[in-house]
Every structure is written in C-alpha cells, then in structure tokens.
DNA sequence: CAGTGGTCTAGACCACTGG
DNA sequence: CAGTGGTCTAGACCACTGG
C-alpha cells in the first residue's frame, strides 16, 4: 500500500500510511479508524508494531483513542510555530531605575477545580495568589496575576517584592524548564482597566503563562497588557 | 524505592524513579542513567516495560539516548520565551475541509516609503498585494494583508489561490529563513472588522509577520484575529 | 457478548559504540 | 568483544465500551 522508503521501520510505514489517509482526506476528524488489530493483521506485523504507529500519532494530536471504543481523527489542531517574543519576567527588574511595581493582592486562597487540576493539586488545597501591576516611567504597563504551586514555591508569600518580581523570584527558585504561552486580545474587567489606568472598553492583550519546572506545574499566570502595548520587535505594519 | 501510588503501570513507576533521581540532582545533566537491561533487572519487569519509561522521559527531552552509547541526562534546556503562534501555513490548506477563503484584493502597487525599505525596494517600484479572508466551518478566523517582493516571487499575483493558500505559495517559492513576528491587541478598521463579520469596536489580535528567503525580505504581512481567536494552547485562566 | 485499547512478557535480531 | 539502544514478535490478561 503505502510506498516504503527503503529500510524505512515498519511502524514508520503504518504512520506514513496513516497521515496520507488524513491528509487525502479520506479518513476525516471524528472517524473511526481500523483498530489496532486490523492494522496489524494488514499490515502483516505484531499488534505492538501497529499500536506503536497509532500511538505516537495520537501523542501528536492526530489521533484520540479511546480503551473499548476505539481509534479516531482528532479534530484539525492548529498547528503551531513557536515565535519568539519579548520574555516578560526579564522585561521588569529592579535594577532598571524607570521600572517600579504596585502589589494589589498577595494571599493564600483554595483552588477551585480547574486551577487545581492544572496544578496537580486537589480541589480546595491551598495555593498562592499574587496580583502585581509594573510601570514603567510611572505608566502601567502590565497586570499579572499569579497562582503559583505551594509544593514548590512555598515561601513565596514571605518574600519583599519591592527588591524582587514574583517572577524573577519564581525563576530562581523554580527555573521553568517548559513555559507555554497563549496570546489573546481581550477587553478586560474594570478591575483590570483601572488599575493599568485605561478607559473601560480598552482592547487588551492578555497572555496566559504556564511554566514547568521539570514535570511540575510551577505557576500559572495572566499577563495584560494595554492594547497598545506590543510583544515583540518594532512595528512593521 | 519509589512510593508506588496503587496500581500505577509499572512503567509510570520507573518514570517517577527516575524524575526523582533527576529532580533531586542525583543524576546530573551529562550523567549516564542506567541502561534498560539494568532498570529491567532492578524493577523486575520485561525490557520492554523499562524501555518504555526511559523513552517517553527522552521524548519529553529529559533524557539523551544513542544507541551503542547509552542514555543520558540532558541539560537543561534554555528558557525561550516562545509564545506559540498558529502556523498559519499549515492550518490552512484545501485539504481541510473546514476550509475556505475570500480574495478581496490580488493587484501590484507602487511602494510608499516605509514599505520599500522594509523590502529592500526603492520608493515607487512595483510591489504586489493581497488581502484573503481565511474561513473555517463558514467563519471568518483570519484576515491576512500581505505585501510581497516581486524580485523573489514574480509570480505571485498569477497563482490560482483558489487551489493553495499564498502564504503556502510563499513557502513553497522561498520558504522562509526567518521569520519575525509582532503581537498587539488593536480595534480593527471598519473595512477589517467588516470583512470579518465583526461588531465594528471588536477587540482584535493583531500578528505583524516578516519573513525573510536568506538575507532578504520575502513578505510582509498583517494579520487580524478576533478577540475571541486564542493563539496557542487551552485557555488556561 | 465480541471488540477495543492499555499493559506486559520473554524472547529475538540488528546496527552501533567503546575498549 | 560485550553492551547499548532500536525494532519486532506472538503471545497474555485487563478494564472498558457498545449492542
């Protein structure tokens, strides 16, 4: 069926043949694809050399399985370039005379739900809760609000944030080994407008930041900043 | 050794083994980790079970393995601040199809100033210009104004954009070597917010492109995304 | 119930690395 | 040469899903 490049390893070949289907279109999102054992029996390999090219489809997104269910075409995922952009937690230190920070929240809360799932921790544990605003030349800048990982960063409501960011803070206790950010424009809550001084209906720019350290969810943060306010180099267009 | 939570796979136990020696500095970056045959032994289990937990922490980047050598601890990867952007190239292609697009203007201009230097043009040569709305599933996602350099790809107002998107034209043409993007939260001109079937004060996310072919630049493009549009993974908070 | 994916075994042969 | 990771087999038992 599928044309192998020579030598090319069997379960190789199956993945080939399964991402010709998808991107033919023949196999659309949401179908059910053959399972395991037909593959393997078409094929003529091992259910293990059949499952291991479905398998490692399905770690890229491709493909959803499902035990007792089956195999199936996941929805088209955007896929995504990693761009480089300004790193917002070297963006602000102390040491840079236009920068200073305001402090609007520092507490221990409860997770709800999802944060503690995101986190790793249970519903109703307790986390670190962080709301700082950053000026520059007394213009504000950036919101970030933080929930940051006790199990990791557990001293991190006893540190003076007048001398240290949260983040810088969190990088030196923590290095994130992963950070994954998401980009979006927003209008935020009034909250947010009137502390970055912005009138109530002002486009923003809202980044969410979640950072590993190893296998570990440290922190997980929102960052806006006014609309015109820009990530990245100058201008273009 | 490691505090097994019950029934965890057996191969799960030894990624948490081996995290733990990582994340406690036992074994440092350059290290050589025990081999497969040895955790098998060690943990009792197949090869193949010890195999597959030294092999997803190596697809994770955690480990280094070559064959004949061993596997190793990696170094710790340096923290860009990548903010992951949809490859727009890529998500958008006529197999899809969800897919589709409207040309609203393929034409050659003359360069205004701060646009031939950006191309390396000269103020008044003729440059080409395209503006495609990108849908998906019948809604607008994407607003995409380019300028190309004619001396790079001379054709590109006569391809049949029906038939492949430009920006895949582009990159098959003079794929890019680099690319610079710039990200800002904007509210769109009436014509953009039009074209895109938004309310006429939408809060949009705005992605400035250069791409360049070696030295010189290729495009430069304006994209618009409505609010509503995340760049990047879930929406975390 | 038959079928699915998830885990696991105890072997095997291979190309490759270092000593 | 002995050891390593890369591939592969032909089985097995399990929890789970739908009809």
Redesign the interface.
Known sequence: MTQAIYSLPRYAQIKTYIKNQL???QW??GDRIPSENKLAEDFAVSRMTARRAVQELA?DHLLIRTAGLGTFVAE?Q????????????QQFNHSNPQYSNRIITLEQVNAEKD?AS?LGLNEGDGLFHSVVVHYRDSAAVQWE?C?VNPGIVGAYLKQNYSKVTPQAYLNWVA?????????????PEVEVTGALGLAS?S????????SWH??RVVS???LI?P?S?????????
Chains 1, 2 share one sequence.
Do not use: N
């Open positions: 991107e033919s279109g659309q999102a770690d088209p955007a896929v995504t370039a990693a761009v480089e952009i300004d790193d917002f937690t944060m995101v609000e929930f290095p994130a080994t992963r950070v994954e950010h998401q980009v979006q424009a927003v209008m209906i486009s923003c720019l809202k980044v969410s930041r979640r190893t296998d997980v943060c929102k900043y609309g306010y820009s990530l990245g180099a100058e201008l273009i267009i």
